[in-house]
């Protein structure tokens, strides 16, 4: 994708006298001062020539050394340009104008930002902690908060025996937990209670996908009021990103959106490349645009089954994970782990594919399509399934653009953002595919554009393994470029390589100083990586804009005025992960 | 320790029978917090199937004797985890699923609890991240040896812990 440039937006750029370009090559972005930013972001979303009207994302970076100290970066599409633009401005006094008048998306982002910067949004409606809880004093993504966190409470382990050497290194002292008091008061700050009852669905619930916890005000059977309280799953990937290597935070990726880990290894393996500028092999990249598809098969039918199982329908989840078994006992194949497999390297993939990997592939695609016709033909007339979706959480056009809403959920809503047309990576320009689009943008049209994703990826699938038939002798690593771990046959056979392995495993990638942002198309939606990079093995600072979160974001707005039966369809229609939502 | 005399009547104890019924009809509680409540939810699933071992995933903690820890468990969720092992009746089993849940696993930060054993006691650790439905298959089996051992009134055996004792350079 290409990035706005002072081109671009040079007829209004006399009237702001703030605005400044800095031309960098991998992403080039404007710098506004903060009280100009919101008649300039204002000016860009409405002027018809611009457009600027989609909300991608919004973050914060620390400088401790640098007066003042934080830094917000904005990411905006725009529709007629078809380009990305990057603001970035100084937070005075650690203070910044909310957005949330201009896009609803904003929202959480900037509670995010205040839960982990303590930066306070002047016009926010409800600013409040978004992941930790209430009465947690710090803030963990400053500079100066170690990683581990403050060890203040006495908490042992009750199964340790004193005396007896502990099974795994551990202390007694432990970061502090919050009481059942602090959540309370968690809740009683996101939602004030108007109608008849305040009632919690989750966190431990088996029909919210994991740990999300709702809050709905109701009115006999009727929300009136809800909101969402996340970081249930909270483990803090962003601050170990800033403590690891490039390669060594590839595991954490996939443990992020652990359905579909192999997407997400491939989302943030292509920006570190670009940031390194290093080129994978073609090998490497036709195995990971056919391991994202079946990986993206696969996310899809996890979606399916809990989807029908919280629905009522047993027998569409045991369908389903029988296939699932097949897809992961593939995977397993090639990567040698079931789940999160953690299968791409820099430069290109861990290991080559093993001997009949493709054959058991091809047998896979000439059979699913007859599973899928089953799953249709049970689901698609049903007359409970088409009475529990159809005209359940309409999305509209506009608010696609408002949330940032990407993914089946913004195609569904007859919106063609796909990242893998608008900004192909690895393979996508080479293989040829339709992008399914819904009309009316419910529940119903977000499982029929599901259904016919599932179907064009098995046409990718297919188009790559006759590919790769072809390429059998090539490399499936690119070991030349200096940042690309050698394999381990050359890390025995020559000492060049050992010393590169020893190097670059110990001090990491010294990746040059710069900043990026790619994004992939996840299952879920975009799933996007902000790399700013000072020169060291490790990034100064990794955001990732996760899908599901901005995704999730329009379930309160969704579900009002509607009875609490349809929370568990709206939720499952919008398919979030918590690993991806908290990180 | 049943025994079975010639007229087909089978003598046991009341200790015995339930015993045998605890350790085939582990019902845990349907909780999954990340990666693990995947595989969790593969091994119930089609190809593992759990039923087969009399194992059934309750929606309420009331209803059920097993806790399995299916993925990392952080701060905040903590305490809701105790309420729900509060919740669970006598006798009640916890089976902690994964690295994350046993340590902390490759989240060693300000948010996780690295460990779920400072919160709640653990029966069976089951090593893995996230543990293949294979593994978590094997964890049951070995929380249905335990119960076993108990009702025996012997201890469980547990695998030795080797002292870690200095090495010497070998000469040649």
Redesign the interface.
Same mark, same amino acid.
């Given at each position: 994708m290409l990035w706005t440039k002072q081109d671009d937006i040079a007829f209004i750029g006399d009237n702001f006298e703030s605005l400044k370009f800095v031309d960098n090559e991998k992403l080039p972005y404007f710098e506004i001062n903060q009280n100009e930013l919101l008649p300039f972001l204002k000016e860009i979303k409405e002027n018809p020539n611009l457009q600027f009207k989609m909300f991608i994302d919004f973050t914060v970076a620390d400088y401790p050394l640098h007066k003042p100290r934080f830094q917000g970066v904005y990411f905006l599409y725009s529709l007629i340009l078809k380009k990305r633009i990057c603001i970035k401005t100084w937070a005075e006094n650690e203070r910044l104008p909310s957005l949330t008048g201009l896009w609803k998306g904003a929202k959480w982002a900037e509670r995010e930002a205040y839960d982990m910067f303590g930066i306070q949004f002047e016009g926010h409606e409800n600013l409040v902690r978004m992941?930790?809880?209430e009465s947690y004093q710090?803030y963990?993504l400053r500079k100066d908060?170690?990683?581990? @966190?403050?060890k203040d409470t006495y908490?042992?382990?009750?199964?340790?025996k004193p005396g007896?050497?502990p099974?795994?290194d /551990?202390e007694e002292y432990?970061?502090?937990?919050?009481?059942?008091e602090d959540?309370e008061e968690t809740e009683k700050k996101r939602i004030q209670k108007k109608a008849q009852i305040v009632l919690n669905w989750g966190?431990?619930h088996?029909g919210t996908h994991?740990?999300i916890w709702f809050l709905f005000d109701l009115e006999g059977e009727k929300v009136q009021n809800c909101d969402i309280i996340l @970081?249930?799953?909270?483990?803090?990937v962003e601050?170990?990103a800033e403590n690891v290597t490039y390669t060594q935070f590839i595991? /954490?990726t996939d443990?992020m959106d652990?359905?579909s880990a192999i997407c997400s290894n491939v989302a943030y393996v292509n920006a570190v490349e670009k940031l390194l500028n290093v080129e994978p092999t073609e090998k490497a990249k036709w195995i990971r645009t056919m391991l994202c598809e079946l990986q993206r098969i696969n996310s899809h039918l996890?979606w399916l089954g809990t989807y029908a199982l919280d629905l009522g329908a047993l027998t569409i989840?045991?369908?389903t994970?029988?296939e699932?078994?097949k897809i992961?006992d593939i995977i397993e194949g090639i990567a040698g782990i079931?789940?999160?497999s953690s299968y791409i390297r820099i430069g290109g993939v861990r290991l080559d594919l093993p001997e009949g990997a493709l054959d058991v592939i091809n047998h896979f695609i000439k059979d699913f399509p007859t599973k899928l016709e089953e799953y249709e033909t049970i689901l698609t007339k049903n007359r409970v399934w088409l009475k529990r979706n159809v005209g359940v959480g309409i999305i509209e056009e506009e608010d696609v653009y408002n949330y940032g809403l990407t993914g089946a959920v913004a195609r569904a809503s007859g919106v063609a953002y796909d990242i893998r047309m608008i900004q192909p990576t690895d393979k996508y320009d080479e293989v040829d595919f339709e992008i399914p689009l819904g009309t009316v943008g419910d529940s119903y049209d977000r499982y029929l554009v599901r259904m016919e994703e599932m179907r064009q990826s098995l046409n990718i699938v297919k188009q790559c393994v006759e590919k790769l038939e072809k390429l059998k002798d090539d490399k499936h690593i690119a070991t030349d470029n200096p940042y690309v771990l050698p394999t381990l046959d050359e890390t025995f056979i020559s000492i060049e390589s050992m010393v590169k392995d020893f190097n670059l495993r110990i001090y990491g990638e010294q990746a040059p100083e710069g900043e990026i942002y790619l994004s992939g198309e996840n299952p879920r939606g975009e799933l996007g990586f902000y790399i700013i990079s000072k020169g060291e093995g490790r990034p100064y600072r990794t955001r990732i804009r996760s899908g599901a979160f901005y995704n999730l974001q329009i379930f309160p707005e969704l579900i009002k005025g509607r009875t609490i039966a349809d929370a568990v369809v709206l939720l499952g229609s919008l398919d979030p992960v918590?690993?991806e939502t908290d990180r | 320790m049943a025994i079975m005399n010639n007229n087909g009547i089978i003598l046991t104890t009341a200790e015995e029978v339930l015993s045998w019924g605890r350790r085939n009809s582990l019902w845990p509680v349907s909780i999954g917090l990340a990666c693990c409540a995947i595989e969790m939810m593969h091994t119930a699933a089609s190809r593992f199937d759990t039923d087969r071992l009399g194992i059934i995933f309750r929606g309420s903690p009331r209803q059920s004797d097993v806790l399995i820890v299916a993925g990392t468990v952080v701060n905040k969720v903590a305490p809701m985890l105790k309420l729900i092992y509060d919740q669970m009746p006598d006798p009640k089993w916890v089976i902690s699923m994964g690295g994350c849940a046993s340590a902390g696993g490759p989240f060693p930060t300000y948010s996780t609890l690295q460990g779920v054993d400072r919160i709640i006691p653990v029966d069976v650790y089951v090593p893995g991240c996230p543990p293949t439905p294979q593994a978590l298959l094997w964890g049951i089996l070995e929380l249905q040896k335990k119960i076993k051992a108990k009702r025996e009134g012997k201890e469980f055996k547990e695998i030795p812990i080797k002292k870690a004792e200095p090495s010497f350079p070998i000469n040649k």
């Open positions: 992941f930790m809880w710090y963990p908060f170690p990683i581990e @966190g403050i908490l042992p382990s009750l199964n340790e007896s050497m099974s795994h /551990y432990h970061t502090a937990i919050p009481t059942m959540l966190p431990l088996p994991g740990t @970081g249930q799953l909270h483990r803090g601050k170990i595991p /954490y443990r652990y359905i996890l989840f045991l369908y994970f029988r699932r078994e992961m079931r789940l999160n918590v690993g | -």
